[in-house]
């Protein structure tokens, strides 16, 4: 089945044939008022406006509006012309190319004698400036020298010989063909700011050079800030004053409303696909209304931005849906689009995004975080809005900078500053060992979602996964997971599933305990309920022959009276003991007998589990064990480890709570370990049964342990 495509928007400009009707800007206004300006333009003299304002702030728009209405007016008959430099892609064939282009427009939209005269003193005109070395009106340093016209063999008519002839004359000459001609033309000059800046000030001199010319309007699209730029660094005196010398009117593109973006930026993320913004995540449409506010809506400054952050947020979210709340994988977003650096540094080193320092780690230290970052923000456009925006996302280091921050950065809500989210949103995937939310959510709500899910499941990620696990059910409302007692069961099997391969060296070594984690996800899932099943739900798990590693921890838990226990405990009942266990110690005798005990995530808490309950079939369970397997060696490995030190490794001893002997006599036990002990066996079984044999504890290295 093939994917949905992308609904991605193009960005493209409006369109002259219906600009007006598709203005989403309320720019009609100014468009009318443009127009109305243009009519200054005359037989006896020429006009320059230029429609000024940032890279994406809708002028190209502008002039297809602006070009509509010129076209409606009845009495108009005028010829249009577009010309874009940064097609040319020639910087000495600027010239040649714009005077070109008007010729070009004014013998295709008339056939009339007139007009076939203007084309050719345009074009005799434009050949003109290769006799000369500057333009006359223009300071000395606005020379011209590129030559044109160099190498064409179609001379325009009469040019050859009169090629002597002064700019000056050949200027009267266009004059003289415009104004008999008698209509005017309006030229358009878009894409100025796309030049490099050779480009733009060699632009600004042909505006000026012909920007006189009576009959011709020029309308001129560009960022004045990159114009100014492009003018200093080609040394011209004055820059940021310069243009006003060439332009008669300059107006600056409206800008756009607060209210307006708003309705703008909600419109465009209805592109996005719907179940982008399914409710994932408790929160989330607050998480958006925050977002918004904390710097997003200003770096949303023009519609291009808009666009460009909404496609950006629409090819990402895909794969990071359920994982990350969708209001920061926005903020991600608008961050590649309008903050790149940040993003960059982000990638490459998130510590300083995420780092926590504390008041007793002083004020120095904070100030200096501070000073990098806002070095790294410094490099952004409206860099206020970039701090804010990242403060939000990640309000460790809005707080390890000196400031403050009302929210904390949470996993189950999908914050992208949770420990366990940024490395997905980064890879922009899950891996191997990362913990899908979206997953633990399906785990939940969907039984038929599970089998799948068991599949994905590692040593690596499964510690993870009990943690979320636990903490999505309780984000969740009340009554949206149903059938607790077979989703706990379901639970309480995961670790005992064959696809888990468990290093046990690792386990020894590790802090955390698997199994622990995993009670409390079912305590989590449990809690709550009217009335209370958590002794349902341990006596349905106890009996469950695939969970018998939670099983064989809820019988001890309950037998321990030790360990504390509170309302919502997964743990048996008096009553309930007896009838559970014996279906445990039934379940543990089948799972030895056909060897798959030892596959298991813990086979000595089984068998130990076994022993403290002591009910009927306990006898059996062992006589099981020796006839799968008469060395008993597997079951003195694992039902006689006791510890793990760092310096010596696992240790064995016969400890008391074991009640081994409701297995065997101890001094049965003790002649079968001195029997395997003649032989030459693995160093872990003879420090096992050396541990029977001489009734103390032994390390597997030899050394002797405490009681």
Not at 63 to 81: N, S, T
Request: glycine share 6%; with cysteine; aromatic share 8%.
């Amino acid at each position: 089945m093939m994917a949905k495509p992308l609904d991605i928007s193009t960005d493209g400009a409006l369109k002259p044939s219906n600009a007006l009707q598709k203005d989403g800007l309320a720019r009609g206004a100014f468009a009318q008022a443009t127009v109305d300006a243009l009519r200054v333009v005359s037989s006896n003299a020429g006009f320059v406006i230029s429609l000024e304002g940032p890279w994406g702030s809708g002028k190209t728009s502008m002039f297809a509006m602006i070009e509509q209405l010129l076209r409606q007016e009845p009495e108009q008959d005028a010829v249009i012309v577009h010309f874009n430099p940064w097609l040319i892609g020639d910087r000495d064939g600027l010239l040649r190319q714009f005077l070109a282009s008007i010729s070009h427009a004014i013998f295709l939209g008339d056939k009339g004698k007139e007009a076939r005269k203007v084309a050719k003193e345009l074009r005799n005109y434009s050949k003109a400036f290769d006799l000369v070395k500057f333009i006359p009106g223009a300071e000395p340093w606005a020379t011209i020298i590129q030559s044109v016209v160099k190498g064409a063999s179609d001379a325009a008519d009469g040019f050859g010989a009169q090629k002597e002839l002064d700019l000056e004359e050949r200027k009267r000459a266009v004059e003289k063909a415009l104004a008999a001609f008698g209509k005017n033309i309006y030229v358009f000059i878009d894409d100025v700011d796309r030049l490099y800046p050779e480009e733009v000030f060699e632009m600004v001199r042909i505006i000026k050079s012909v920007g006189e010319l009576p009959g011709i309007g020029y309308l001129v699209a560009w960022d004045p800030d990159y114009v100014r730029r492009a003018l200093r660094s080609a040394h011209v005196p004055h820059a940021s004053t310069y243009l006003d010398k060439i332009v008669q009117v300059r107006l600056p593109i409206p800008a756009i409303s607060w209210q307006l973006r708003a309705k703008l930026f909600e419109e465009a993320l209805k592109s996005a696909d719907p179940l982008a913004f399914d409710e994932h995540f408790p929160y989330q449409r607050r998480r958006f209304q925050q977002l918004y506010v904390s710097g997003l809506s200003d770096l949303l400054e023009q519609p291009r931005d808009i666009t460009r952050v909404v496609n950006t947020f629409k090819v990402i979210e895909p794969s990071l849906r359920g994982e990350i709340v969708p209001a920061d994988i926005l903020g991600l977003a608008c961050l590649m689009v309008r903050a790149p650096r940040v993003y960059t540094a982000l990638r490459k080193d998130p510590h300083p995004f995420v780092i926590e320092i504390s008041d007793q780690e002083g004020n120095e230290r904070k100030q200096k975080h501070k000073a990098s970052m806002d070095k790294l923000f410094d490099r952004s456009p409206n860099a206020d809005a970039v701090r804010r925006l990242v403060h939000h996302l990640f309000p460790a280091a809005a707080q390890a900078s000196g400031g403050h921050s009302h929210i904390r950065s949470s996993e189950v809500e999908g914050h992208i500053a949770a420990p366990g989210r940024l490395g997905i949103a980064l890879g922009m995937s899950i891996g191997q060992s990362d913990v899908s939310i979206a997953d633990a959510r399906r785990y939940l709500l969907d039984a038929t979602s599970r089998q799948k899910i068991n599949a994905k499941l590692t040593t690596e990620n499964i510690y993870g996964f009990m943690d979320i696990l636990g903490k999505t059910r309780a984000a969740l409302p009340i009554g949206w997971v149903k059938d607790k007692v077979t989703l706990c069961q379901d639970v309480a099997m995961l670790i005992d599933q064959p696809t888990l391969k468990w290093d046990r060296e690792v386990l020894r070594r590790s802090p955390l305990s698997i199994e622990d984690s995993c009670l409390k996800a079912i305590e989590s899932i449990a809690a709550g309920e009217t009335p209370n099943i958590a002794g349902q739900v341990a006596d349905a798990i106890v009996r469950n022959p695939r969970a018998l590693t939670i099983a064989s921890l809820i019988i001890t838990n309950t037998i321990d009276q030790s360990v504390a226990k509170h309302p919502y405990s997964i743990v048996l009942s008096k009553p309930q003991l007896k009838g559970a266990a014996e279906r445990f110690t039934a379940s543990v005798e089948a799972s030895v007998s056909r060897g798959a005990l030892w596959v298991l995530r813990s086979p000595g808490r089984i068998l130990n589990a076994v022993t403290s309950a002591n009910v009927k079939g306990t006898k059996s369970v062992f006589a099981a064990l020796k006839k799968q397997d008469p060395s008993l060696d597997l079951f003195a490995t694992h039902f006689f480890e006791s510890g793990y030190s760092s310096a010596h490794g696992v240790s064995f001893s016969v400890r008391s709570y074991l009640c081994t002997e409701k297995f065997i006599s101890l001094n049965s036990l003790r002649a079968h370990a001195r029997q395997r002990l003649k032989h030459e066996l693995p160093r872990d079984v003879t420090m096992a049964w050396r541990s029977v044999a001489e009734d103390q504890s032994f390390y597997i290295d030899g050394e002797k342990g405490r009681w």
